[in-house]
Each structure stands twice: as C-alpha cells, then as structure tokens.
C-alpha cells in the first residue's frame, strides 16, 4: 500500500486548507485511515481518523469542533477539512492507514503504512 497525501500549503489565522490522501495498492475489507501531525521538537500527534467500514472518527482534542475527516471509499482516499486554523496547528501532516484496523486508534505505531507528508503552515 502507498499513500500519497496533498493540500498543504500556507494560510493565514482564520483561514481554511482541505487535505487529501489517496491509498494506492492492496487494501483491506476494513481498514482505518488516520492523519497525524508533528511540529518541530515534538512527537507526533494524533489529528483525525476513519474508519473505512461504517464510516466512524476520532479526533484529537486540539482539533475537535474545527477539523473534519471524511472518506471516499471508492477511491481509497480520505479527505481532512480544516477550519478555523491557528499558528499552533503548523506543523507537517501525515496521512497514515491502519490495514486491518477495527478501531481507531491514536497510537502511531499501530499504522502500518504512512504516507510522505505534507506540510501546514500557519501565520499569524
């Protein structure tokens, strides 16, 4: 499996970015999709995940209520709405797939495949 993530790019305080990540390969029945960020100096960061089957998410703390994950299972591919974004959420976004993941977990090492990663920059 390869993924390939898109969409990143900079934008002021308030402002919006949409990313999108495509799995191209083999995939599982049921899998979970996931982004992940990490900033420099420090580890990374659970934002968002999907689950391919029933569709469920998960978000991280920092991103709830501004973040939207969405998935279009007929192209293996995830999509993470970002709104209302802040100088905190700079950082590089990796999207990430979990190959037989029946829950959605903020664990890193529990994905198998990553993608390269993408990188967010907001300004102040």
């Known amino acids: 499996v390869q993924l390939q993530a898109s969409g990143g790019g900079l934008v002021q305080a308030g402002g919006s970015l949409r990313l999108s990540c495509s799995a191209s390969?083999?995939?599982?029945?049921?899998?979970?999709m996931a982004w992940f960020r990490q900033a420099p100096g420090k580890e990374r960061e659970f934002v968002a995940g999907i689950r391919s089957s029933g569709g469920s998410t998960k978000y991280g703390d920092s991103v709830k209520g501004r973040f939207t994950i969405s998935r279009d299972n007929a192209k293996n591919a995830v999509h993470l709405q970002m709104d209302n974004l802040t100088p905190e959420d700079t950082a590089v976004y990796f999207c990430?797939?979990?190959?037989?993941?029946?829950?959605?977990?903020?664990?890193?090492?529990?994905?198998?495949?990553w993608g390269p990663g993408t990188q967010v920059t907001v300004s102040s």
């Open positions: 390969g083999r995939t599982s029945s049921s899998y979970v």
């Open positions: 990430a797939l979990d190959y037989s993941g029946r829950i959605i977990t903020i664990d890193p090492t529990r994905y198998e495949f």
